[in-house]
């Protein structure tokens, strides 16, 4: 009589559970090198994809299979998100609700806690973006700008003559990865004290866009 086939997880090790198997265990494998990825980066090192296997306990043929290059293995590691809000799906009624200011005060302080919490990996995305043979930049485009769009959209109905899309860029500009690596790096600021900097930028220019949506316009003088 044949032997039974040997049991996975409780059932038969027909071909559908063996691939289902196989499956799970690309995904632990490929999870293995991301979380050591985020270990690594956060301890300051900045490793090659085989010092990443090495560390992980991977051999590194496994390892090129899943990350061929540096690049594609810190993009893997960086921080996936599909919000589009950092005010929540129903921001609470009152000054959230309307108050494009206190919103964006919101969005802000929302913003900076997400740099903190993903710091190293997004230090060293900005790294490699910056190298001379970096393709499409790893950092999430627009991501930031269009929270902080969302954070002014109470100002479409209020203030149609301004482009909040242009105003977002500007505020991304002021606050992000990119000013937090300078304030710190080069001023020597300690990150809350750098946080405060780039709140005290963006605010700035929301007000000067308000004030100046809000100056009225000088009615032409006839000539002579």
Do not use: C
Not at 1 to 12: C, I, K, Q, R, V
Not at 18 to 39: C, F, G, I, M, S
Not at 105 to 115: G, K, N, S, Y
Request: charged content about 25%; proline content about 8%; aromatic content about 6%.
């Amino acid at each position: 009589m044949a032997a039974e086939p040997p049991l996975t997880d409780g059932e038969p090790a027909t071909e559908p559970a063996l691939a289902r198997e196989r499956v799970h265990q690309k995904a632990r494998t490929r999870q293995a090198l991301v979380d050591t990825l985020r270990r690594l980066l956060a301890d300051g090192d900045d490793p090659s994809v085989a010092e990443v296997a090495a560390a992980a306990g991977v051999s590194r043929t496994t390892a090129y299979r899943y990350f061929p290059d540096q690049l594609s293995l810190l993009q893997a590691a960086l921080p996936e998100t599909g919000l589009t809000s950092l005010l929540g799906a129903e921001p609470p009624e009152g000054t959230l609700d309307t108050d494009p200011l206190a919103r964006l005060e919101v969005a802000l302080e929302r913003h900076f806690a997400f740099i903190s919490q993903w710091e190293p990996q997004l230090r060293a995305a900005l790294r490699v973006s910056l190298a001379p043979q970096a393709g499409q930049p790893l950092l999430r485009g627009g991501r930031a700008v269009q929270w902080y769009a969302d954070a002014l959209a109470p100002l479409a109905a209020d203030r149609p003559d301004l482009d909040l899309r242009a105003l977002a860029v500007r505020i991304r500009a002021a606050a992000g990865i990119e000013p937090f690596v300078w304030l710190t790096g080069v001023e020597r600021l300690d990150a809350d004290a750098a946080f405060q900097v780039m709140r005290d930028n963006a605010l700035a220019i929301a007000h000067r866009a308000l004030e100046s949506a809000s100056e009225p316009t000088a009615e032409p003088t006839a000539g002579y």
